[in-house]
């Protein structure tokens, strides 16, 4: 068996999402103490009680989402589990990096928050947004997105076939939407994300982002392989990982084709570690013969210990 562990990004954030772990395991609760000593602010309370609409604004997501993910493998590498692969969607590469040893637990939590910063100053709200469209091929998606005249817009997660995000200009996504539908999508809905990521209209944020991670940040060698999911392709060096989280701020996320990698590299289970079940969902329907298993609280845990 090859093994790889995987960290969901935005839009997998809900109220209560760790709760369970951080209640039933001490050093759950020393992590989320710590990420509070960090930021500032109480990244438990949130995560636990919400509001929800502070949970989603992206400054708050994004530790959130970080804390949640690597909780739930830090459990797992308690009780021995130990990965041939990392690899995390958007955000989630961050957690990815944590878990191969390439940053540290507190500058992954203050790279995120300032990641969420830079983003939202990039694209002032309501200006852009993203949309998930369901049952288009690739190649019909890209064509949509040409024929768009009211602004820019992009696909933004390959996420896995027949499920394509699109992110923009606010009227110019509505209007792919439009086209979508028209052209036989089986759904086509908007994400609760308050900016436009993996698009052009972040590469004023990415080379802010730059300056830190080249400049401010030391990087050290992975652990553990990680793959890049602005590439789809193996990490090894510190100076790959910087350029490839710089370039994933303002490219698509190449997620389908990062799990095919991964399983042309023989791994052939995959433990989504964190909240929710989309990269599960998006696992089975890319490799449907590959074993899939999720750890978000103690009983999944235990059914994911059991199964391996």
Known sequence: MKLAVVFPGQGSQHVGMGRALWEAYPRVRELYEEAQRCLGWDVASLSFEGP????????????????????????????GV????????????YTALVAAGVLSFPQALRLTELRATLMQEAVP????????????ERERVDALC????????????????GQIVLSGQSRAVQEAMRLAKAAGAKRVLPLKVSVPSHSKLMSQAAERLAEHLFLETEFRQPRVPVVSNADAIFLSTADGIRAALVRQLSHPVLWEDSLRVMYDAGVDTFIEAGPGKVLSGLIKRTLPEARVLNVQDPQSLRATLQAL
Do not use: F, I
Not at 82 to 93: F, I, M, R, T
Not at 146 to 161: L, R
């Open 146 to 161: 040409q024929e768009v005249k009211t602004g820019y817009v992009e696909p933004a997660n390959y996420n896995c076939p």
């Open 125 to 136: 709200e309501g200006q852009g947004m993203m949309a998930a469209v369901l049952g288009l």
């Open 82 to 93: 130990s990965p041939s692969v990392l690899a995390g969607h958007s955000l989630g590469e």
């Open 52 to 79: 929800e609409e502070e949970l989603n604004r992206t400054v708050r997501t994004q530790p959130c989402l970080l804390v949640a993910g690597y909780a739930a493998y830090l459990m797992l590498a308690q009780e």
